[in-house]
């Protein structure tokens, strides 16, 4: 429990085009289209704030010989430093780049016995020399993507975050500097019937009577994409599962994977069972 936790490690990549104002920023022509978009919202349910903000994507391949893309770009209409955690002021845009099939694993485990303490969470990020690479390389081909005339043709410059890094080496320190999550954590209860893994098939906990784990903890791999929608899928499935067991049939036919411990004396009086 806990271990295999993996996400899609993702380095942003920040243009500051003074000349877009019609793009998200903070200067004085800005914060008035933000005040008309809110209006806009309230009567009419349109207008800039119907944004998603990460308008655009795409999947690419690091190489044409990848089967299947093994990169995914997310294009921000708007200056995106830290995850928004630090203000900036201007216009401009942004673009994410993740490595889908991280090979990294990293863990989540308790920090103690209180249940309020909050959990020791360590994602592992670029933890495989493999995702830096990937990550290294999929950051040359989206600074070429905005690069192209379409893009560079409004006069954006590159934030000198990541401008000064040109050399693959001072690419990887910048990396090494900025990748973070996508938010897309998944794993932590991964689905199968090895020793490791937490849940069975339908989404029992091996060795637990009646609970089940329903959500993007039980994926054993990341999906090569957002985990939004395949998260509703396994919640519908598991919702399927459930209403088709009754809960004597899900007690008994519970995966017995490691032999499950009495509770001890002091457990049992606090539930008050005998
Ligand atoms: C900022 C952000 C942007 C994202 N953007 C996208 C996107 O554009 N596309 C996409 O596909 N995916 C996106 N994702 C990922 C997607 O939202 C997640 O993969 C998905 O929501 C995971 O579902 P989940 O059920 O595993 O967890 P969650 O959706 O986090 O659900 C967990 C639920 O448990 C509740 N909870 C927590 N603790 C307790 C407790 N003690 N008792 C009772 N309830 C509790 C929480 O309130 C929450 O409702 C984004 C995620 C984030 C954070």
């Known amino acids: 429990m806990g271990g295999n936790l993996h996400d899609h490690v993702d380095v942003i990549q920040v243009v500051d085009a003074p000349r877009l104002k019609d793009l998200f920023g903070l200067s004085p022509t800005g914060i008035a289209r933000m005040v008309k978009g809110a209006f806009e919202w309230h009567n009419h349910r349109s207008g800039m704030l119907t944004t998603n903000f990460a308008e655009a994507g795409g999947f690419i391949k690091s190489d044409p010989a990848e089967p299947v893309p093994d990169l995914q770009l997310h294009f921000v209409v708007g200056k995106l430093v830290d995850h928004g955690r630090k203000t900036v002021f201007g216009h401009g845009y942004s673009c994410h780049v993740c490595v889908l099939r991280p090979a990294s694993r990293g863990s989540l ?64 320190q910048f990396v090494r500097n900025h990748a973070d999550t996508i938010y897309h954590p998944v794993g932590s209860c991964r689905m199968g019937n090895g020793p490791d893994d937490v849940v069975d098939s339908q989404l029992r906990v091996h060795g637990v009577a009646c609970l089940r784990v329903v959500d993007a903890s039980i994926m054993p791999r990341i999906v090569g994409g957002n985990t939004n929608a395949p998260v509703i899928m396994i919640a519908e499935k598991a919702a399927d599962m459930i209403k088709a067991a009754s809960p004597e049939r899900d007690r008994d036919a519970v995966h017995i994977a490691a032999p499950v411990p009495a509770p001890a004396p002091e457990v049992k009086e606090s539930l008050g069972i005998a």
């Open 109 to 172: 485990r308790l920090a103690g016995s209180d249940p309020m303490a909050a959990p020791l969470i360590d994602p592992n990020f670029l933890g495989e020399g493999a995702d830096t690479r990937l990550l290294v390389k999929g950051f040359r081909i989206m600074r070429n993507i905005l690069g192209q005339p379409a893009l560079a043709g409004h006069g954006g410059r590159e934030l000198a975050a990541s401008a000064t890094a040109r050399s693959d080496e001072e690419i990887e």
